[in-house]
């Protein structure tokens, strides 16, 4: 229908999509992750955990103990279980 607004965000929040991804068990260690400079997004270190992540962008996610990079498929409307969380990415490489 001409006129009709698309109901889906542009974009979401950075530390909002790792936790809705199951990257991180929090929220707020999403947005820790984001602001120490461990995520880079499209090749860009991320130093807020507000940076705008729109889908088909490629997240690079250093952890403790390997290298995660995941395409973003989707934003999700809340945390859910690991099926519906892995429906989120695309995991295009892991390293460690």
């Known amino acids: 229908m001409p ?3 698309d ?3 542009a974009s979401t929040r950075l530390d909002t ?3 809705r991804a199951r990257v991180v068990k929090t929220r707020s260690l999403g947005a820790k992750l984001a602001r120490s400079g461990h995520v ?3 090749g860009r270190r991320s130093a807020t955990a507000h940076q705008p992540v729109r889908v088909g962008d490629v997240l690079t ?3 403790e103990r390997s290298v ?3 395409r ?3 934003f999700g409307e809340r945390r859910g279980p690991a ?3 892995s429906a989120l990415f695309e995991d295009i490489g892991v390293d460690g």
């Open 68 to 70: 995660r990079v995941l």
């Open 72 to 74: 973003v498929t989707a």
């Open 3 to 5: 006129g009709t607004l």
């Open 17 to 19: 999509w790792l936790w």
């Open 61 to 63: 996610i250093a952890l």
């Open 7 to 9: 109901a889906r965000p």
């Open 83 to 85: 099926t519906e969380a």
């Open 40 to 42: 880079r997004v499209n």
